[in-house]
């Protein structure tokens, strides 16, 4: 299958503006200079036609702003995101190729929706601004998706306080797919559900991927929801992809030292009654994106870290970019 997504080289810096006191202190000659967050590393993937992609990380680690770029919404500071080969972003502006063809589904559904407007209003601005539809097809277009996502038809009149939760979400699936899109960014998004919702939203996307064909890049912290949705899984730490590779294949036999500490971190239920759940924290603290450690960046809390580790970044090499993937340490 050709890539319908691909970022190379991608990274994303953000300046930190300095506080009252560094401000100070510049003004006397005591540094305060402005601080910089590496909030993405230099990064390159690809992504499928039809596929869905798992991105997971601990929280800071950048998979939203990732995710960000490569929707159009962020630029990058250097490297390329693509769509279908075009520049998701160029000079600071989507590209009108681009704009419509990667739409993001963002975690609190009452954030992204705007309560001044209706329901039908809000999924039927878009594909009218873009030319999608004509305005006069914009009632039966809303009314479409709403059906689409399993929401009764009368809820476009209606506005987004009146609704639970779950039931914004699938406003928002419902605005993002009416834009046509071929793929999309979907950004936490039962994150903020309850438990019991969760798995009507993971069903409804499962749904839609295979109605609509749709590719997506899956971000989420939460392990199970990733293997259970993704064909691949992309595991990032502080800004870099340090294993990639098939689903099952990740979960079964990790190969990097973080993938591994990832899922021993992850609560685990006993059936045998020993203990009511197995849970080993990865040891160490996650570094600070304002000032990323040398070498590879997990190397403070690695088991198997040696001076090379310290010194030289790994690169991504069949899947894992670690110096000693742990089907060398085992054997």
Same mark, same amino acid.
């Given at each position: 299958?050709? /890539?319908?997504?691909?970022?190379?080289?991608?990274?994303?810096?953000?300046?930190?503006?300095?506080?009252?006191?560094?401000?100070?202190?510049?003004?006397?000659?005591?540094?305060?200079?402005?601080?910089?967050?590496?909030?993405?590393?230099?990064?390159?993937?690809?992504?499928?036609?039809? @596929?869905?992609?798992?991105?997971?990380?601990?929280?800071?680690?950048?998979?939203?702003?990732?995710?960000?770029?490569?929707?159009?919404?962020?630029?990058?500071? @250097?490297?390329?995101?693509?769509?279908?080969?075009?520049?998701? $972003?160029?000079?600071?502006?989507?590209?009108?190729?681009?704009?419509?063809? =990667?739409? $993001?589904?963002?975690? *609190?559904?009452? +954030?992204?929706?705007?309560?001044?407007?209706?329901?039908?209003?809000?999924?039927?601005?878009?594909?009218?601004?873009?030319?999608?539809?004509?305005?006069?097809?914009?009632? +039966?277009?809303?009314?479409?998706?709403?059906?689409? =996502?399993?929401?009764?038809?009368?809820?476009?009149?209606?506005?987004?306080?009146?609704?639970?939760?779950?039931?914004?979400?699938?406003? &928002?699936?419902?605005? /993002?797919? +009416?834009?046509?899109?071929? /793929?999309?960014? #979907? *950004?936490?998004?039962?994150?903020?559900? *309850?438990?019991?919702?969760?798995?009507?939203?993971?069903?409804?996307?499962?749904?839609?991927?295979?109605?609509?064909?749709?590719?997506?890049?899956?971000?989420?912290?939460?392990?199970?929801?990733?293997?259970? =949705?993704?064909?691949?899984? +992309?595991?990032?730490?502080?800004?870099?992809?340090?294993?990639?590779?098939?689903?099952?294949?990740?979960?079964?036999?990790?190969?990097?030292?973080?993938?591994? &500490?990832?899922?021993?971190?992850?609560?685990?239920?006993?059936?045998?009654?020993?203990?009511?759940?197995?849970?080993?924290?990865?040891?160490?603290?996650?570094?600070?994106? $304002?000032?990323?450690?040398?070498?590879?960046?997990?190397?403070?809390?690695?088991?198997? /870290? *040696?001076?090379? #580790?310290?010194?030289?970044?790994?690169?991504?090499?069949?899947?894992?970019? #670690?110096?000693?993937?742990?089907?060398?340490?085992?054997?």
């Amino acid at each position: 299958m050709s /890539a319908l997504i691909e970022t190379r080289d991608v990274a994303k810096r953000f300046r930190e503006a300095p506080s009252l006191g560094d401000r100070i202190a510049r003004l006397v000659g005591a540094g305060g200079d402005e601080r910089t967050v590496h909030a993405v590393d230099g990064i390159t993937l690809s992504v499928a036609k039809g @596929e869905v992609l798992g991105l997971v990380g601990e929280s800071g680690c950048g998979k939203s702003t990732l995710g960000r770029m490569i929707a159009g919404i962020l630029p990058p500071s @250097e490297g390329t995101a693509l769509i279908d080969g075009v520049p998701a $972003m160029s000079d600071g502006a989507r590209p009108v190729k681009t704009t419509t063809r =990667v739409q $993001m589904v963002f975690q *609190d559904p009452f +954030a992204s929706l705007d309560p001044r407007m209706r329901i039908g209003d809000i999924i039927a601005e878009g594909p009218v601004a873009n030319g999608i539809i004509k305005p006069g097809e914009a009632t +039966a277009d809303a009314a479409r998706w709403l059906s689409i =996502v399993g929401l009764d038809p009368s809820a476009a009149q209606r506005y987004p306080h009146q609704f639970s939760g779950g039931q914004r979400q699938r406003i &928002a699936i419902a605005r /993002a797919l +009416a834009m046509r899109p071929d /793929a999309l960014i #979907c *950004d936490e998004p039962v994150a903020s559900l *309850d438990v019991s919702i969760q798995a009507q939203i993971v069903n409804l996307f499962l749904k839609l991927r295979r109605e609509l064909g749709l590719t997506m890049i899956f971000i989420s912290h939460d392990l199970s929801l990733v293997r259970h =949705v993704s064909d691949r899984v +992309a595991i990032m730490y502080l800004g870099r992809i340090v294993e990639i590779g098939n689903s099952r294949e990740i979960f079964a036999a990790p190969r990097h030292p973080y993938t591994r &500490a990832l899922l021993d971190s992850a609560p685990a239920l006993r059936l045998d009654g020993e203990d009511a759940a197995g849970f080993k924290p990865i040891r160490g603290e996650l570094p600070s994106p $304002m000032d990323p450690p040398p070498g590879c960046h997990f190397h403070a809390r690695c088991p198997y /870290a *040696d001076a090379t #580790c310290r010194s030289v970044a790994p690169v991504l090499n069949d899947g894992v970019a #670690c110096h000693h993937p742990l089907k060398e340490v085992a054997s």
